[in-house]
């Protein structure tokens, strides 16, 4: 049993590594494009990320919280709730937020700081 495992950074990085081999110029869930833009309002860790997008990536998150919350009794009225677009739906997006960091890549992705790590932040 002489394994050798590799770390995180192994799996993620290089051209075999996760990104590169099966994200990168692929259709993915979870993932979205944009226009980068100034936020003179946000620290050096923050991204500010539209609430479109955000809604779309952190869904599955969102519903789980108005079902915990018993807001929703199932997942089809916890995405009627966020299809219209109730105020309680943004306050549970935004506390699921706090905990997840997003990975922004801005191409070409040539060495590691290509892809960064960012807290979200919700903008209009």
Known sequence: HNKVYKSFSDVIEGKEGRFRE???GKRV???GRSVIVVGPSLSLHQCGLPREIAIELFQTFVIRGLIRQ???????VAK?????KEPIVWE??????QGHPVLLNRAPTLHRLGIQAFQPVLVE
């Open 70 to 76: 018993h807001i929703a009794s199932n997942i089809g």
């Open 22 to 24: 099966t994200l990168l």
């Open 92 to 97: 549970i997006l935004q506390e699921v937020m």
């Open 80 to 84: 009627s709730k966020i299809r219209e």
């Open 29 to 31: 869930d979870y993932s």
